[in-house]
């Protein structure tokens, strides 16, 4: 278990191993050399143990995500003003909206060793009067009409060269939801001094993904392997660090019992203090089973009665983080649990989404009754935060009318990175020719626990329902 003198030296000595990092890098001339490109297990986390069980090198407690794989950029500028020839019968264009375009970029070496394909996703950042969708940090209606030009350009004086990277940015997209781009680039163009652009802009950076391109593992993982993501707000539920610690053991310790490889969590800095003082979740990240990764990527924004999130760019991040290592990632809230009507495991859950890019499953809500329920509706927390194996055993109330689908479509999924690269709240984008199909009822199931933090329904729709209840056999 962490000490807090342990924990002390993790938050104030971060900034002392960046800067020793970025020492390191400065020292050493250009070209990068050969050792630079490497499978990198202290970056990669959970999935170097799942692609090389064998090695001994220690996990990290934390994960930063501005220090792995994906690479992140900022660009302000300016887009055109958006005309809405719905509402604006003139036809006449809005003034341009001033913008901080967001770009995440990952880049895998391909087999020849002389070429690497690039992937990223981008979101656009309003400077002024930022909307907020559905509770999540959105992008101003200019960008539906508005396609950047995203180029790596060679910075040698007299000899440049222009690698255009090609942008799917569909024109139905929603304000909220970040857009995709790729490319296939020469390894030598990192000893030409590789910049990353956008549009003409005046801001361009030097563009460090070729420094060190991600080389598959060693021993690619197999894609049966099924990891869980969630997230939390930048607020702890109920104002607790101590309840969402609590919620993530349960979490973790439910889906690894089902043969998930592990749990992938995103929270903000000041959450990792309180997480890494439950020794049950340091043992998980210990033995690979959690990755906790620090995300303070983006800005955070006040908005009174509403705990705004940027989950989709968290998601998106997740994603493109593990594209290119054979995994499936469920996309789940520490509320939500994967579940199988029929005595099963991950692999009969995956054996129903056998050659799904993208595989929904529905979510029903699930509520306690019984002696060790707080009774008519009100919160379950008590319950989650007791001495108990599994709090879900008490749940024998289920209603499946409840969010059976999201603007008509299944709520939750199943996603291979391979195909989908960036995300929403519940559902990922299959590249063009991905197969997106629906996991039967009788398959499995995400059960959601409506009232764990508040009173959210008077049982009107639910049915006793304990078929999935098999799963409990063995508790205590």
Not at 401 to 412: C, H, I
Not at 430 to 456: I, M, P, Q
């Amino acid at each position: 278990m962490l000490t807090s003198a342990s924990v002390s030296t993790w938050v104030h000595g971060r900034g002392w191993r960046r800067a020793r990092r970025v020492m390191q890098l400065d020292s050493e001339a250009a070209p990068w050399p050969a050792l630079h490109s490497r499978w990198n297990p202290q970056k990669a986390g959970l999935a170097a143990l799942l692609a090389s069980p064998q090695h001994t090198e220690a996990l990290p407690l934390v994960s930063y995500a501005e220090r792995m794989s994906v690479e992140h950029y900022t660009f302000p500028g300016q887009i055109p003003g958006y005309e809405n020839v719905t509402d604006n019968i003139s036809g006449d264009v809005g003034p341009p909206a001033t913008v901080v375009l967001h770009l995440f970029v990952k880049c895998v070496l391909q087999p020849s060793g002389r070429e690497v394909l690039c992937a990223g996703w981008g979101f656009v950042e309003a400077t002024e009067g930022v909307p907020i969708l559905h509770r999540h940090i959105a992008q101003p209606e200019a960008i539906r009409n508005w396609r950047p030009r995203i180029e790596i350009r060679t910075g040698v004086p007299n000899a440049r060269r222009i690698y255009p990277l090609t942008v799917a940015k569909a024109d139905d997209e929603t304000d909220i939801r970040p857009f995709h781009f790729e490319g296939e680039l020469p390894l030598s163009l990192r000893d030409q001094v590789p910049e990353i652009r956008v549009d003409d802009w005046p801001r361009f950076h030097y563009f460090r993904n070729l420094e060190a391109p991600e080389v598959p593992p060693p021993h690619a993982t197999p894609e049966k392997t099924l990891l869980l993501l969630s997230s939390f707000y930048y607020e702890p539920p109920r104002g607790s660090y101590a309840l969402a610690a609590q919620l993530l053991v349960h979490h973790v310790r439910h889906h690894v019992g089902m043969g998930l490889a592990g749990e992938i969590v995103y929270v903000q800095h000041h959450y990792v203090p309180e997480l890494l003082k439950h020794a049950e979740l340091v043992d998980y990240v210990s033995r690979g089973q959690l990755q906790i990764i620090v995300w303070d990527s983006f800005p955070k924004y006040d908005t009174p009665g509403f705990p705004t999130t940027d989950q989709p760019l968290q998601y998106s991040h997740a994603l493109l983080e593990n594209w290119g290592r054979g995994l499936r990632i469920l996309v789940a809230d520490v509320d939500e649990f994967l579940v199988t009507p029929h005595r099963g495991n991950v692999s009969t859950v995956l054996a129903c989404a056998r050659g799904a890019d993208q595989a929904r499953l529905r979510r029903f809500d699930v509520m306690c009754s019984g002696e060790r329920c707080p009774g008519d509706g009100q919160s379950e927390v008590d319950l989650w935060t007791s001495p108990e194996p599994h709090p879900l055993r008490h749940y024998n109330l289920i209603d499946r009318s409840a969010m059976s689908t999201f603007f008509g479509r299944l709520p939750k999924v199943i996603v291979s990175p391979e195909r989908v690269r960036h995300f929403y709240v519940h559902e990922g984008v299959v590249v063009a020719g991905g197969a997106d199909v629906e996991v039967r009822e009788g398959c499995a199931f995400l059960a959601h626990v409506l009232c764990l933090y508040s009173k959210r329904s008077d049982k009107v729709n639910f049915e006793l329902d304990t078929s999935w209840h098999w799963l409990f056999e063995n508790l205590d």
